[in-house]
T-cell receptor, first 113, second 111 residues
């Protein structure tokens, strides 16, 4: 596609449920990033994928969060047993190579009731 | 303590006015980026500054990187309603891929 695509755009869930957020990066981009944007906070780095290398998971806030990137393309961010503090906008970005210009998707607005 | 402090946090002005927003830190950076984020969208890169004292212009937007590479400013001349958005600065600390963002300045330009 022309840009980074994220789905769903909005997700409302109940506390304790699991959610999956999807990111389709720009074709040919080797690097993929997930960020979280909470009210009153800046963008917070979550995880980074580069090619076939082991991902940098250093930003994941707890073991309830996990992500995978299949075939070097699509990525899924999974949050298990969601909590109210998980409510935020989850943004995905890709770049052609590490350190190059980031292109962000429109994000998934997650609301945990 | 935030690595990047952005000010002001909120700014509401009338169309045609000039404004400056700031991004400050006590750390030195090799480069600094400015993004604009519109409601319901992801941030879009506006500019990257890399040299101390550097000034870059993008139409009515002027970006400056401090001489010591610790701070930056964004000046908008004759603001338009289309300039409305969240302005974020960001740096890569220690790695060339992991960006750290400031909390942003939310700018509203009223017609």
């Amino acid at each position: 596609g022309a840009g980074v695509s994220q789905s769903p755009s909005n997700k409302v869930t109940e506390k304790g449920k699991d959610v999956e957020l999807r990111c389709d990066p720009i074709s040919g981009h080797t690097a993929l990033y997930w960020y979280r944007q909470s009210l009153g906070q800046g963008l917070e780095f979550l995880i980074y994928f580069q090619g076939n290398s082991a991902p940098d998971k250093s930003g994941l806030p707890s073991d309830r969060f996990s992500a995978e990137r299949t075939g070097g393309s699509v990525s899924t961010l999974t949050i298990q047993r969601t909590q109210q503090e998980d409510s935020a906008v989850y943004l995905c970005a890709s770049s052609q190579n590490p350190g190059e210009k980031l292109f962000f998707g429109s994000g998934t607005q997650l609301s945990v009731l | 303590t935030q690595l990047l402090e952005q000010s002001p946090q909120f700014l509401s002005i009338q169309e045609g006015e000039n404004l400056t927003v700031y991004c400050n830190s006590s750390s030195v950076f090799s480069s600094l980026q400015w993004y604009r984020q519109e409601p319901g969208e992801g941030p879009v890169l506006l500019v990257t500054v890399v040299t101390g004292g550097e000034v870059k212009k993008l139409k009515r937007l002027t970006f400056q990187f401090g001489d010591a590479r610790k701070d930056s400013s964004l000046h908008i001349t004759a603001a338009q309603p289309g300039d409305t958005g969240l302005y974020l600065c960001a740096v890569s600390g220690g790695s060339n891929y992991k960006l750290t963002f400031g909390k942003g300045t939310l700018l509203t330009v009223n017609p």
